[in-house]
């Protein structure tokens, strides 16, 4: 079974740029996570999918980070203009059921963006 | 506020010895609380998920334990392994929309 596929792998910008990350989830997975996380911290959600619907972007910054999912299967994150606090690994995530219960949740390779 | 503390920060162990993580949470409504292990440069794997009912589980080499009456959790590694080195985050689970709440993590570092 394929996992979940991220890329770009790496990505260095300047402040005030702009840069997409794309994510493709496990086949079949109705939920798809992405996350922030900053060196030395755990993960922090940015935004929560179900399908192709919204269920929990209370902490994604949208003045300047926007996501969607196409057709309730791939992801896009963006982020205009970058700052310099925006440098982190970020992750996607999937899991196949529509939240609750133990559903596990799996993780690609992330993307790790370094803004100067 | 829901939060999840991990202690230590950071540890050094030997090849072969064993350790214990330690998870306090103060999370609710409760769901689960789950264990990851990260290796550098890669996404959390999950170890272990624990219901409110489960005390412990195990994988492997790996064993977790649940209070939910003190909101305490570990993760034990028994005879350690280099490949074992990574971080170890604990990650409680609210709510009915799968909400997670993680940990800082523990970062463990297994010498020979």
């Known amino acids: 079974e394929a996992g979940v596929a991220q890329s770009p792998r790496y990505k260095i910008i300047e402040k005030r740029q702009s840069v997409a990350f794309w994510c493709n989830p496990i086949?079949?997975?109705?939920?798809l996570y992405w996350y922030q996380q900053i060196l030395g911290q755990g993960p922090k959600l940015l935004i929560q999918?179900?399908?192709?619907?919204?269920?929990?972007d209370s902490q994604l910054p949208k003045d300047r980070f926007s996501a969607e999912r196409l057709k309730g299967v791939d992801s896009t994150l963006k982020i205009q203009p970058a700052k310099l606090e925006d440098s982190a690994v970020y992750l996607c995530?999937?899991?196949?059921?529509?939240?609750?219960?133990?559903?596990?949740?799996?993780f690609g390779p992330g993307t790790r963006l370094t803004v100067l | 506020k829901n939060q999840v503390e991990q202690s230590p920060q950071s540890l050094i162990i030997l090849e072969g010895k064993n350790c214990t993580l330690q998870?306090?949470?103060?999370?609710?409504?409760?769901?689960?609380l789950r264990w990851y292990k990260q290796d550098t440069g890669r996404g959390p794997v999950s170890l272990t998920i624990?219901?409110?009912?489960?005390n412990t589980k195990s994988n492997g080499r790996y064993t977790a334990t649940l209070d939910a009456d003190t909101k305490q959790s570990s993760l034990h590694i028994t005879a350690s392994q280099l490949s074992d080195s990574a971080s170890y985050i604990c990650?409680?689970?609210?709510?009915?929309?799968?909400?997670?709440?993680f940990g800082a993590g523990t970062r463990l570092a297994v010498h020979p």
């Open positions: 995530a999937s899991s196949l059921l529509q939240g609750g219960g133990t559903d596990t949740q799996y």
């Open positions: 086949s079949g997975h109705a939920t």
């Open positions: 999918f179900q399908n192709n619907g919204v269920v929990d």
């Open positions: 998870c306090n949470y103060t999370v609710s409504p409760f769901s689960n």
């Open positions: 624990m219901t409110f009912s489960e």
């Open positions: 990650v409680v689970t609210s709510g009915g929309y799968n909400k997670l709440i």
